[in-house]
């Protein structure tokens, strides 16, 4: 059988595809899958590495990104004895698997190319880019079996569009389209059914031909002025980024632009 989640490699770019038809559920073998997954990405993006990724791409298989969590995963837990240890121990799993996906050094990139419910949502959250087609829509709709989102959904929600917005999508349990999300500022771009994998693919080629160095400075300056605010991301920036001035790709793009100009430059990621 096909692992439901699986890892591909386009040149410098790493693809984390969902596989598991027909509705792609998040069941206890997806849940390992991707849990193995984001490890390999953590592997394959390690700058140790001589053939390292330069970007990440997830994206699924099927009509639906996914349908969301298998139920009964939940069914089980509740059964149990020892229920409120379980879904703790589930949610800090979970919440570590969202994280080192969060935390890789490279862009990550989210494709939504329909409907995306609660993990695959709280996924997509975790990714530096959001892409929708035109009809794609998300939820977090755990309220239908008694829950809130817990792989980190709400909170980076919060983050992209604000603490009432994210209360708002999580207390209604609403579908919300592509474009209305755009507008809440989760969504980065909406774009046309026709060629919408291409296009996702073809951005996630084009941040891997970056200062990937520069870009995982990037992310680290960001996340730090967003969890401790924009003075504590100040005290990192000389550190994070004087170390640019000793990578190849700086003093290539430098030369690059004093001979020929800005734009002309090629990146290698080191």
């Known amino acids: 059988m096909t692992a ?5 490699r386009d040149g410098d770019v790493a693809v984390l595809v969902l596989d598991n038809p027909p509705l792609n559920l998040f069941d206890a073998a997806t849940f390992d899958a991707l849990e193995a997954a984001v490890a390999e990405l953590g592997r ?15 994206r699924a298989e099927g009509k639906v990104v996914s349908g969301g969590v298998d139920v009964q995963l939940f069914a089980d837990a509740a059964a149990r004895d020892d229920a409120t240890d379980v879904g703790a121990q589930l949610w800090t799993r979970l919440l570590r698997v969202e994280q080192a996906l969060e935390d890789l050094p490279v862009p990550t990139v989210f494709a939504a190319h329909a409907l995306t419910l609660t993990a695959a949502f709280e996924l997509a959250l975790a990714c530096d880019l959001l892409l929708a087609s035109e009809k794609a829509s998300f939820g977090l709709v ?18 992209r569009a604000g603490s009432a917005r994210a209360k708002e999508l999580v207390f209604t349990g609403q579908r919300y389209d592509a474009a209305t999300l755009q507008t809440w500022g989760v969504v ?11 296009a996702a693919l073809a951005l996630a ?3 891997a031909t970056g200062p990937t160095v520069a870009h995982a400075a990037t992310k680290t300056i960001v ?6 605010g924009v003075r504590a991301a100040d005290d990192v920036v000389p550190a994070v980024s004087g170390a640019l001035f000793g ?3 700086l003093r290539g793009a430098v030369t690059s632009f004093l001979a020929d100009g800005p734009g002309k430059a090629t990146h290698r990621g080191r």
Do not use: H
């Open 4 to 8: 439901p989640v699986r890892i591909e």
């Open 44 to 58: 394959l993006t390690d700058p140790a590495l001589a053939d390292r990724a330069r970007a990440v791409l997830l």
């Open 142 to 159: 755990e309220i239908v079996v008694g829950l809130t989102p817990s792989m980190g959904g709400p909170q980076r929600l919060a983050e």
């Open 188 to 198: 980065n771009r909406v774009l046309p059914v026709e060629g919408f994998a291409e």
């Open 205 to 207: 080629r084009q941040l």
């Open 223 to 228: 996340a730090t002025a967003v969890r401790d």
């Open 247 to 249: 990578t190849d790709d």
